[in-house]
Nanobody, 114 residues
Framework: VQLQACGGGLVQPGGSLRLSCVVS????????MYWFRQAPRKKLEWVSG????????TYATSVRGRFTVSEDHTRTTLFLQMNNLKPEDTGLYYC????????RGQGTLVTVSS
């Protein structure tokens, strides 16, 4: 089982990024998937959840209306479209298989700064 997030980078406030999480050893329709982030010197924070079989999505209050989670048709890549980014969105972003974020791969760094 592997999860690999990518797509991070440096973006100005108000900008957009799309993160991808490629999974192997399983497919996204086997259960809930999650996005987490960790800002410098802060604890891991849940961002979003996605249930492939129904398309159900959930979002943290801080990102609702700006972030959208989705999957590709092969159900091996999870996306996180992030719009209207703010400096407080800066952090290392991870995709995870469990609601605690313990089963996660390498993260991808998002920096929102002017």
């Amino acid at each position: 089982v592997q999860l690999q997030a990518c797509g991070g980078g440096l973006v100005q406030p108000g900008g957009s990024l799309r993160l991808s999480c490629v999974v192997s050893g399983f497919t996204l329709d086997e259960g809930w998937m999650y996005w987490f982030r960790q800002a410098p010197r802060k604890k891991l924070e849940w961002v979003s959840g996605f249930f492939s079989q129904s398309g159900q999505t959930t979002y943290a209050t801080s990102v609702r209306g700006r972030f959208t989670v989705s999957e590709d048709h092969t159900r091996t890549t999870l996306f996180l479209q992030m719009n209207n980014l703010k400096p407080e969105d800066t952090g290392l972003y991870y995709c995870a298989r469990d609601p605690a974020g313990d089963i996660r791969g390498q993260g991808t760094l998002v920096t929102v700064s002017s």
